[in-house]
Nanobody, 119 residues
């Protein structure tokens, strides 16, 4: 069974940067695709990025394209998310989980990590 643990959130000013990390406990990153999901206050959780286990190809939602970068560290079994040029609308809780989930039907979410973008 896989366990994913998020970390790295915090308070940052607009235009600033944060680096989130998803630690994967259990299967190696080679065996499944890992995604990052964002839940803004009062809104539904949505996938914003994903990285493939097979070829490292990536997906970004339009809202973060060009500002966020997902990667994988096979040695540490982690999936970092580098977030640059942050905006107030990027605030919320960030979760990592397998890619392509139907968020309402998945029940193994971690605690997530809180990001607040505010001056």
């Amino acid at each position: 069974q896989v366990q994913l643990v998020e970390s790295g959130g915090g308070l940052v000013q607009p235009g600033g940067s944060l680096r989130l990390s998803c630690a994967v406990f259990g299967p190696s990153l080679e065996y499944f695709h890992v995604g990052w999901y964002h839940q803004a206050p009062g809104k539904e959780r949505e996938q914003i990025s994903c990285i493939s286990s097979t070829d490292g190809s990536t997906y970004y939602a339009d809202s973060v394209k060009g500002r966020f970068t997902i990667s994988r560290d096979k040695g540490k079994n982690t999936v970092p998310l580098q977030m640059d040029s942050l905006r107030p609308e990027d605030s919320g809780i960030y979760y990592c989980a397998p890619c392509g989930l139907k968020v309402d039907e998945y029940h193994d979410w971690g605690q997530g990590t809180q990001v607040t973008v505010s001056s």
